[in-house]
């Protein structure tokens, strides 16, 4: 069973698609962080955003995997360095480009093979996972989206002012919704939440429940 969760950045998807999957024993994916750890490869070779065979073959000789809550990227520890301020300048212009996109398409369908999953992203009800049982978009208020980040970043002690992030989200909301190929946007069987006025908790549950609306009376699930 797959729950795809999409939405824009600071809509609360991590916290709370890690914390279905944690209530309902099931395989947490984040494929931001594919992309983040992709973005971290090709600025450190030094790959050239505008040549798509560089890019192609570069992705060729990557390796990302995801061992106990932590991403590896070509073996190396990088889950603090996909986090960087200096990676989510530079992400979208590569989730943007269509041959990422067409080669990390398998490896996002293979990580969740066999298994109970809740995935997370931007295109997981639309094109990675069109048939994704229970699928959510969440939403929130671009400046409460902000200052969600803002704290986020001055809680793992880095600099940012609150005016910055917010342009920040700003434009890669922009690039990710207006890109030729997967764009950020909701499936027409999607059900919506906003989060801007509600706790964490709350939508967890909201979520929890369509799973098992979903599989009531089918034996699937016991609430
Ligand atoms: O969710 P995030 O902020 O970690 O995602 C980082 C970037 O990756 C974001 O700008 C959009 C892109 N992304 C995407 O295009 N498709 C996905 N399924 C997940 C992320």
């Known amino acids: 069973m797959i729950v795809a969760i999409d939405g824009p950045g600071g809509s609360g998807k991590t916290t709370v698609a890690k914390l279905v999957a944690k209530k309902l024993g099931f395989f947490y994916l984040d494929t931001g962080a594919i992309y983040r750890a992709l973005t971290l490869k090709l600025m450190k070779e030094g790959v050239s955003l505008n040549d798509p065979l560089a890019v192609s073959q570069a992705i060729d000789r990557t390796s990302i995997e995801f061992r106990d809550d932590r991403v590896f990227l070509d073996g190396e520890d990088v889950t603090l360095a996909i986090r960087d301020p200096e990676v ?91 890109r030729d190929v997967a764009p950020l946007k909701v499936a027409p069987d999607a059900v919506i939440i906003d989060t801007t006025y509600k706790s964490v908790d709350e939508v967890v549950e909201e979520v929890v429940q369509l799973v098992l609306q979903r599989y009531k009376g089918s034996g699937f699930l016991s609430p």
């Open 88 to 178: 989510d300048r530079v992400v979208s212009l590569i989730a943007k480009i269509p041959v990422v996109r067409e080669k990390l398409l398998p490896l996002q369908r293979e990580l969740v093979k066999g298994r109970n999953s809740v995935v997370e992203g931007r295109d997981m009800g639309t094109v990675v996972f069109p048939e994704a049982e229970v699928k959510v978009f969440l939403t929130a208020s671009l400046s409460e989206r902000a200052s969600r980040r803002w704290r986020e970043l001055l809680s793992k002690g880095k600099d940012a002012s609150l005016e910055d992030v917010l342009n920040d989200l700003k434009r890669r909301d922009d690039i990710d919704s207006n």
